[in-house]
């Protein structure tokens, strides 16, 4: 909806620290977030 709505004029991404990122787990879910933001479907396809 953000995407969308051409509303959103800036994005804080803040720190992440690699080292207690598990498994990069914390990376990819910010990536997939941001992904979003910027209107890719967050909805799996088949």
Same mark, same amino acid.
Request: charged share 30%.
């Given at each position: 909806?953000?995407?969308?709505?051409?509303?959103?004029?800036?994005?804080?991404?803040? #720190? *992440?620290?690699?080292? &207690?990122? =598990?498994?990069?787990?914390?990376? #990819? *879910?910010?990536?997939? &977030?941001? =992904?979003?933001?910027f209107?890719?479907?967050?909805?799996?396809?088949?």
């Amino acid at each position: 909806m953000i995407a969308d709505s051409g509303r959103a004029g800036s994005l804080d991404i803040m #720190e *992440l620290n690699p080292a &207690l990122d =598990e498994r990069n787990r914390t990376a #990819e *879910l910010v990536v997939d &977030l941001v =992904e979003s933001l910027f209107g890719k479907s967050t909805l799996m396809r088949a």
